[in-house]
């Protein structure tokens, strides 16, 4: 695998998915009890189906049986592979549609979101974004706002997820450059310098948004289908 360049998976979950005990029989101990709290079946089904096919993408790359890869989770949360640390990934689902990122010796954050209408996008964007953000979205025609809202809220949740601090750390402390969405103009001081993160925008399809954030340049992401 070249180190500059991320893998990425992008598939869609069925919650009617025949390969169900399948993906359950992967999953460790801890996996399977979180599972069990879910508290709907719905979400249950797509947990399973997300982190069993997480294995299996991870299987491929390690050649290990993908029920033996042993995944601990930092102080934070954060899931990282115990025995082969400098391999990174990253996982995000958002209703019917996934996507996975792997890639090496770097901080990594992936996130997909629905691009659907919501009645709270202007609260949620005095809430999330920067005064550069918000002044830029303000100034949109209303028929681009709802797609571009997407676009900074899943180029900012990729970066809290890279950081492994997740969105407790603040949406609106990392602000994208709205003249050049590749970068972010500030960053908490604990992740500083901001020209270290490196941002690629991810389009699956016109009714789905996804970003790629990393603290190395990106010379590629490759989509594959699983």
């Known amino acids: 695998m070249n180190t500059n360049i991320i893998e990425l998976w992008h598939d869609t979950i069925a919650v009617d998915d025949a390969d169900y005990p399948h993906y359950w029989r992967l999953l460790d ?8 709290r879910m508290r709907t079946d719905t979400l249950r ?16 790359i390690l050649n290990e049986a993908p029920e033996k890869i042993r995944i601990n989770k930092t102080e934070h949360g954060k899931p990282y592979l115990a025995d082969t640390p400098e ?11 996934m996507m996975i990122a792997v890639g090496k010796n770097c901080r990594l954050g992936v996130d997909i979101e629905q691009c659907k209408a919501r009645i709270s ?25 709802t797609r571009q809202f997407y676009r900074f809220w899943t180029r900012k949740e990729a970066f809290v997820k890279a950081t492994g601090r997740g969105i ?18 500030t960053v908490p001081e604990d992740y500083a310098p901001a020209a270290q993160w490196h941002i690629v925008d991810i389009s699956p399809d ?20 699983r």
């Open 29 to 36: 101990a801890a996996e399977q009890a979180h599972a069990e």
């Open 45 to 60: 089904k797509r947990y399973v189906i997300v982190h069993g096919r997480l294995r299996r993408v991870l299987s491929d």
């Open 87 to 97: 391999l990174v990934f990253n996982l995000s689902h958002s209703a019917d549609a």
């Open 121 to 145: 996008l202007n609260g949620l964007v005095d809430k999330c974004f920067g005064d550069e953000e918000i002044a830029y979205w303000q100034q949109l025609p209303d028929a681009e706002k």
């Open 168 to 185: 407790g750390l603040g949406l609106n402390r990392c602000i994208v450059n709205p003249e050049n969405p590749a970068e972010f103009l």
């Open 206 to 225: 016109q009714n789905l948004c996804a970003a790629l954030v990393a603290d190395k340049k990106i010379t590629g992401a490759v989509i594959r289908q």
